[in-house]
């Protein structure tokens, strides 16, 4: 079996519900059908059965994304997309059975479905991934769906008061040349005056939205902050030259698919992505199952450097923690593999700070060209103030390992520039795994420290750089650093600066996820 | 006069002789044109172009067809490779008794897996998908080609395998 997307995340009578695309027979995406999971809490998950499935003619090739919308009745309703029968991708309505049922279990379709069909000048299959909408000044449900024209992605806006019959809004919310098809968009707004979520209707003061596509080009999630204008029905970013799909990306690993939704108890916006795999599909047969969902995360507006998002774990994680283990002010001379000796790793997570000699910050000599990720060699290419970190799920003869780590250098206006990387190189000996170095650029203001939180779960590795300005999700595969010979260690491959860490270390309970019982849940 | 009237008759009766065939031409060409254009797309041409001319239904194909045709293609050199491989472990070859079950492994994964992916994914309307099943089956190839050391037996299959899957997800990536 393997999932895909998030669909219609939504919190309803006191219950987070997640709905999935889902291949119930084969490792591979096909097949798709909404699966379904509550939880009262984001940690003891529920799978319901499956929510929907292909039997109507307008998604009998697929019941693909969609998302949910609670109206100011409380009453709630499903967009989604159907690939029809002729493969055509149209949006349809749905709706719970039973409103009173808190699990919402069985679905109804509309029986006049669909309820938008591809305009003029939009081809058949441009067209998918209806929003959560959000009800304009005039009383009106707004939302918006992905398209494009040529290679110039787009995100169309409709208007309705019924979720049945919908006016397409003239000219496009926002439209990027040269990125290809906008899938999965997501339009949001975030508070720039405190750190709570905001409802998906919240407009004016203080305020300004998020647009966010998924580029079926380059599989990547993007996004951009800027101001909507709900009368023109046009998003413009702060800064053009980060636009929708060519600036900013939610996460600089595997992150797809990803979609918010605002969670009206703790008042935050909540964000969804599918993880895939990074291992060959024969692996996957074998092992039964592909692609995960990473840790849901809580998204805000950096209210320090005002030009990007901050994503943190939701706080609920935390509860999964067990016993801890605290290094404070570990010293790691340059060329140094210090171990942290904290029993199994592969099931931590990990709360890390670090400081560079502040003479070695002084005399380092500026470089002329900035460090990449992806192109920088990993941690095994020294420089003099790089790179630096923790190594995860390694082997004690590091024969498998993998460095999260950051690397510092000094622009030729003095200033420094920091680049938070993860390292898939040397992650496992295995030969049919991804092996890029992912990473980017992470924004530090003067007088901060490093920091650098990691959860590691066997595969999956997410690290969110300086309090979540940075993140990124690696799936690895080690074949011997797995269970009890996993382990953990502090690292500095610089060659000119001592790096002081504190570290703090915590095994992690698994979460419990269990198949519904109707008798006695 | 006579002799003019026939030399001009005569003239004109060549310019139409040798312009007309290539006005029958003319929709042959255009089809031809759309899987030459698409093939040059594609990091080997020469399999492309033989793969694809060798079905009928290429001509008159759009480039979703297209597609799905060397889907097709994937399928048949899949089953090459899986035919060999059956027969090379009747043989009992014990030196390459694992490499060969490591190969079927990764050969039922492209027939089962990889390539009905791709073949729904084109279907569907989700060409990303396809573009995926095929990149996996490239490399699925590779891997068994690598399993053997450098005393490949399937070394002809595998290469086929993988330039026909390149080939159809550089197709794809037209589709995105």
């Known amino acids: 079996m393997a999932a895909s997307d998030p669909n219609g995340p939504v919190y309803y009578k006191e219950w987070y519900h997640f709905f999935y ?395 420094l520039h920091t680049t938070f990387c993860s390292d898939q190189s040397r992650s496992s000996l295995a030969t049919d795994v991804n092996k890029k170095v992912l990473g980017s650029v992470v924004p530090v203001f003067n007088g901060e420290k490093l920091s650098l939180r990691v959860l590691v779960d066997h595969s999956i590795v997410e690290s969110f750089a300086q309090g979540g300005r940075t993140c990124v999700t690696s799936r690895v595969y080690p074949t011997r650093a797995i269970y009890g010979d996993a382990k953990l260690f502090l690292f500095n491959n610089a060659t000119d600066t001592t790096v002081t860490a504190s570290i703090q270390v915590w095994q992690m309970n698994s979460a419990f996820i269990r198949p519904y019982q109707p008798e006695t849940d | 006069m006579t002799n003019l009237k026939t030399i001009t008759i005569f003239f004109f009766f060549l310019i139409a002789m040798t312009s007309l065939p290539s006005i029958i031409h003319c929709r042959t060409l255009n089809d031809d044109k759309l899987i030459e254009s698409t093939c040059r797309r594609t990091p080997n041409y020469n399999v492309c172009i033989q793969s694809l001319k060798a079905n009928p239904a290429s001509s008159g194909a759009d480039v979703n067809g297209l597609a799905q045709i060397m889907v097709k293609v994937m399928t048949s050199k899949a089953n090459d490779a899986i035919n060999l491989i059956h027969q090379l472990q009747r043989s009992g070859s014990s030196s390459q008794k694992t490499a060969l079950s490591s190969c079927a492994s990764k050969y039922n994964a492209i027939l089962i897996g990889d390539i009905p992916q791709a073949a729904e994914a084109l279907q569907k309307g989700d060409p990303k998908f396809a573009e995926d099943g095929s990149n996996d089956a490239a490399n699925e190839a590779t891997f068994c080609e690598n399993e053997f050391n450098g005393k490949s037996p399937l070394t002809k299959q595998n290469n086929a395998m993988h330039d026909v899957s390149v080939v159809t997800a550089a197709i794809v990536r037209n589709l995105l």
């Open chain 1, 21 to 415: 695309q889902y291949n119930p027979n084969d490792a591979v995406w096909g097949d798709i059908v909404w699966g379904h999971t509550v939880s009262r809490d984001m940690i003891h998950w529920l799978h319901l059965p499956l929510a929907m499935v292909p039997d109507q003619w307008y998604d009998i090739n697929g019941v693909w994304t969609g998302s949910a919308t609670i109206l100011s009745d409380g009453q709630l309703i499903m967009l989604y997309t159907g690939a029809t029968n002729e493969s055509v991708q149209v949006q349809n309505l749905a709706y719970p059975a039973d409103p009173t049922d808190p699990l919402l279990v069985n679905w109804i379709k509309y029986d006049k479905n669909p309820v938008l069909v591809p305009p003029p000048g939009i081809l058949p299959r441009d067209f998918r991934d209806p929003t959560t909408a959000m009800l304009t000044s005039e009383g009106k449900w707004r939302i918006s769906i992905g398209s494009k024209i040529n290679k110039t992605g787009i995100a169309l806006i409709y208007d309705t008061e019924d979720f049945k019959n919908f006016e397409l809004k003239k000219g496009v919310l926002r439209g990027v040349k040269g990125t290809g098809m906008w899938e999965c968009v997501d339009f949001y707004p975030v508070s720039t005056m405190d750190d709570v979520g905001l409802d998906t209707s919240a407009y004016g003061d203080g305020v300004k939205h998020v647009v966010k596509v998924s580029l079926d080009d380059d599989r990547n999630d993007y996004y951009a902050i800027g101001d909507y204008d709900e009368k023109a029905t046009k998003f413009l970013p702060d800064d053009v030259k980060n636009d929708v799909g060519i600036g900013l990306r939610y996460d600089y690993g595997n992150f797809y698919a990803s979609k918010t939704f605002f969670d009206p108890s703790k008042k935050r916006r909540i964000l969804w992505g599918w993880i895939t795999e990074y291992d060959s599909e024969c692996v996957d047969r074998t092992k039964g199952w592909a692609s995960l969902q990473g840790i849901p995360r809580t998204v805000t507006f950096d209210r320090k450097t005002r030009s990007n998002l901050i994503q943190w774990p939701v706080e609920e994680v935390n509860s999964l923690r067990m016993s801890s283990s605290e290094f404070k002010n570990l010293k790691a001379k340059p060329g140094s593999v210090v171990p942290l000796h904290v029993g199994t790793a592969t099931q931590v997570d990990i709360v890390a700070e670090f400081e560079i000699d502040k003479l070695a910050l002084e005399k380092a000599v500026p470089e002329t060209t900035d460090y990449v990720c992806r192109s920088g060699g990993g941690a095994s290419r020294r420089g003099a103030l790089g790179p630096f970190g923790l190594i995860v799920l390694a082997d004690s003869g590091l024969s498998e390992f993998t460095p999260l780590y950051f690397y510092v250098t000094k622009g030729i206006s003095g200033k």
